[in-house]
């Protein structure tokens, strides 16, 4: 019977081989991310729940990708330690994407019953 650290480290390493890279760092920095802002901010209803849960994902993935690539990023691929700076940077990148939707539905709920003119007042008022 082989012991078990040996083994949990050699099924780490095939799952990690198995999800690849990269993919690992965007789904697990996409991940943690996303566990942390429900955390902070609890959500109100299921449905306020599912759309957290899809926006800080996609900010996650989308705000990371955009990050590493105006930064020239792409060799942090390269290493094991570069991997897990992208899933940091990535974890960041999907911090904000909850707030943000949270904030534009708040705003659209506000104004349900108001027609399209004071909406665009508001909105230029704001600015």
């Not at 990148?93 to 708040?106: E, K, Q, S």
Request: proline share 4%.
């Amino acid at each position: 019977m082989p012991e078990p650290t040996s083994s949990g480290v050699a099924g780490a390493a095939a799952a990690y081989k198995a999800i690849g890279g990269a993919a690992g760092a965007a789904a697990g920095g996409a991940t943690l991310a996303a566990v942390v802002v429900m955390l902070m901010t609890p959500p109100r209803t299921i449905r306020e729940w599912t759309v957290g849960l899809i926006s800080t994902v996609v900010s996650s993935i989308c705000g990371g990708a955009i990050t590493v690539e105006y930064f020239q990023l792409h060799h942090w691929a390269f290493s094991t330690i570069g991997l897990y700076a992208m899933g940091g940077v990535i974890f960041a990148c999907g911090l904000p994407g909850w707030a943000m939707v949270r904030w534009l539905f708040n705003f659209i709920d506000e104004r349900r019953d108001a027609s399209i003119d004071q909406v665009a007042k508001d909105v230029k008022e704001m600015l």
